[in-house]
């Protein structure tokens, strides 16, 4: 297994440079998932991450519609999970969610704890944390 990696985020402002890293260091995967308190910042994180793989016209958090799909300019599927209203896994598989998770295209998940039995192998975890000013925030990666 590979080690984590930490990124030091001085404000909120930084989301959208620690997006471009994110997309140079783990392009290449495909299930992220994002945990960290309310108000961390992985909404706006995520956010920055679809608006730099060239995703326009970005709606809210999925928050209550579980999740929204976008395109890429290469015409690549990305979905954007909120999970955080979800009470079983099997609302999580109402909605199709292992085909979205298996089907090739890019999946950023928040609050993901009650699908991780569904998880892909190749999973990378992202913790989002606040630190003592409520500005700087610390991300750490872990396959």
């Known amino acids: 297994m590979r080690n984590s990696k930490t990124y030091s985020v001085p404000s909120i402002a930084n989301l ?3 997006a471009k890293e994110l997309i140079r260091d783990f392009g290449s995967s495909k299930t992220w998932v994002f945990q960290g308190e309310m108000g961390a910042g992985k909404t706006t994180l995520i956010k920055a991450i679809l ?3 060239g995703i326009v016209g970005l709606e809210g958090s999925p928050t209550y519609s579980l999740v929204n799909e976008y ?3 290469k015409g690549e ?3 954007h999970f909120d999970l955080y209203r979800l009470n079983k896994t099997r609302e999580a598989l109402d909605i199709g969610i292992e085909e979205m998770l298996y089907g090739g295209g890019l999946c950023l998940l928040e609050w993901p ?4 039995d569904l998880l892909p192998e190749e999973t990378f975890w992202f913790k989002l944390s606040i630190l003592d000013d ?3 925030r610390s991300l750490t ?3």
């Open 134 to 136: 409520n500005q700087k």
């Open 77 to 79: 599927s990305v979905y």
């Open 113 to 116: 704890e009650i699908i991780e």
């Open 141 to 143: 990666v872990c396959p």
């Open 16 to 18: 959208p440079e620690l």
């Open 71 to 73: 395109s890429t300019s």
């Open 51 to 53: 608006h730099e793989l």
